[in-house]
């Protein structure tokens, strides 16, 4: 373990050795990766969704046994793990390890997974993408914010329904989007000059930041985690031949 808590984990994989480095300030997600790793989850496990230009995703346990052209991805060594997403801290670019989860509609509070993750492969974005990226979180964190403001005026706006109160409605309307304004204001430039580099000229999957855990980089064997991205999949993104971790441990 570092001195800042960063703790080293080599994965020995049937396509090389993938050395990752887990984050000490997401300290539940690094803890577990290590309960884990020490209890031998990750010996045997398939990498069972692999998607180029996007993501290589193992650690389901049900991997293990798993008969050709199984379904697999519901599988888990441990409890959920509550979030700890430090965007812009951590972010989504190439080599980034964060974990797997359940959706928004049964899980809210975007707990992960306890045992799957994944690393970022994804691809190269423009400026211009970037910027129409920024502009659609920004709308969505608005979207938030108001369904939010509504939901604690709930019960004011159905008592308005029922009674035809249009002019009610629409003045509540006009206060809500105010506040809504108000609250969002002070949000901030979405992509730090680094991020933008880094998305530019390396690539990543920026989608996907703010609403997952990363908790950790590839430091060694991206070539290794190229190859595994280029792998033959069926349908369900599983590789043709199977890829496995064939163990794993932490690096003193």
């Known amino acids: 373990m570092e001195n800042n808590g960063d703790v080293k984990v080599r994965l020995h994989t049937t396509e090389g ?6 984050y000490g300030d997401t300290p539940r997600h690094r803890d577990n990766f290590v309960e884990r790793v020490e ?5 045997g496990v398939l ?12 650690g389901d346990p049900q991997s293990k046994e798993a008969k050709p052209g199984q379904r697999l991805g519901a599988g888990d060594s441990a409890q959920e793990i509550d979030a ?5 801290t951590h972010y989504h670019h190439r080599g980034a390890i964060a974990a797997a989860r359940t959706g928004d509609q049964v899980n809210p509070q975007r707990r992960s997974s306890g045992s799957q993750f994944y690393i970022v492969t994804g691809k190269k974005f423009s400026d211009g993408q ?4 920024e502009h659609q979180a920004r709308m969505l964190r608005k979207q938030t914010v108001f369904n939010a403001l509504a939901a604690q005026h709930r019960d004011s706006i159905m008592e308005m329904r029922r009674n035809r109160d ?7 309307q006009e206060q809500l989007v105010a506040e809504t304004e108000r609250l969002t204001a002070g949000d901030s ?3 730090t000059p680094e991020m933008r580099e880094a998305y530019r000229t390396q690539g990543g999957t920026p989608h ?16 290794v985690v190229e190859k595994i991205e280029k792998a033959e999949t069926d349908g369900a993104d599983r590789p043709t031949q199977d890829i496995r971790i064939i163990s794993a441990e932490v690096v003193k």
């Open 17 to 22: 050795d993938i050395t990752l480095l887990l």
């Open 47 to 58: 990498f069972h969704r692999v998607i180029s230009d996007f993501m290589i995703q193992t």
């Open 39 to 43: 209890a031998g989850d990750y010996n």
């Open 189 to 191: 430039t979405l992509y």
């Open 166 to 172: 249009q002019a009610g409605l629409t003045a509540l």
């Open 130 to 133: 970037l910027d129409q990226m």
């Open 208 to 223: 996907l930041d703010g609403q997952y855990t990363v908790y950790g980089r590839v430091i060694e064997g991206m070539d």
């Open 84 to 88: 700890e997403i430090l965007f812009p």
